[in-house]
Each structure stands twice: as C-alpha cells, then as structure tokens.
C-alpha cells in the first residue's frame, strides 16, 4: 500500500472518530458527580481517548 492510500484508509478514520466520542463521554462524565469514583473514571477516559487519538493520528501521517 502506498502513503496515500494508507493515509486515506477509513479505519483510521473510524478510530479517530470513536476516540472522540470516548473523549466526549468523559467529559459527560466528569460532571455526574463531584466524588474521586467519577474523576478517576472520567480520567481513565481521556487517557483512553488521547492515547487512541494520538495512535489514530500517528498512523495517518505515517
């Protein structure tokens, strides 16, 4: 496969776009409750997110 047609390739696409959505979620998230259970799960979702963004990411300029 060449540059192009990898960087085109929609599952890096979908990735990304899911990402966003786990992102999203933990944004929604954060604000249920004002405890240390709802922070740390909220975390653990932008952690998931930014780490499958930047792999998203990463592979569409690779």
């Known amino acids: 496969m060449n540059k192009s047609a ?4 929609t599952r890096n696409y979908i990735m990304l776009t899911i990402s966003i959505f786990i ?14 259970f709802y922070t740390i799960v909220a975390n653990i979702f932008f952690i998931a997110a930014i780490a499958i963004c930047l792999r998203s990411v990463f592979a569409i300029l690779k």
């Open 23 to 36: 992102g999203i979620f933990g944004v929604y998230f954060r604000f249920l409750g004002d405890t240390v």
């Open 6 to 9: 990898s960087a085109n390739d």
